[in-house]
Every structure is written in structure tokens, then in C-alpha cells.
């Protein structure tokens, strides 16, 4: 297909045939909680790594 087939299938293209959808977050950012927990772990790690 070249572009002015493409140009001209975009302009006839019916949007009234598509159906709304309604959107879900799905990444979600980390509470406080979780940050503190990943901060301890890492903090232990790097303990881990210096004694060895």
C-alpha cells in the first residue's frame, strides 16, 4: 500500500464503529511502606557484600 492509499483508508475511516473501552492502570506506584522495606533489604545486602 502506498501512503496516499493509506491517507485515504484513514479519512474514510468511521470512528462512530468503535466501541469505548475504559482504561486500568495496572503499575502502580510503591506506598511508603514498601519503599522503607526495599531500603532495608538493600541496606542489608550492601552489609553482606562489604563483610565478604
Do not use: G, H, Y
Not at 4 to 14: L, S
Not at 19 to 35: G, V
Request: net charge neutral; glycine share 0%.
Amino acid at each position: 500500500m502506498c501512503d496516499a492509499n493509506v491517507k485515504t483508508e484513514v479519512k474514510q475511516f468511521d470512528k462512530t464503529t468503535l466501541r469505548k473501552t475504559e482504561t486500568e492502570e495496572k503499575s502502580k506506584l510503591p506506598t511508603q511502606t514498601e519503599i522503607e522495606q526495599e531500603k532495608k533489604i538493600n541496606e542489608q545486602e550492601r552489609k553482606w557484600t562489604i563483610a565478604s
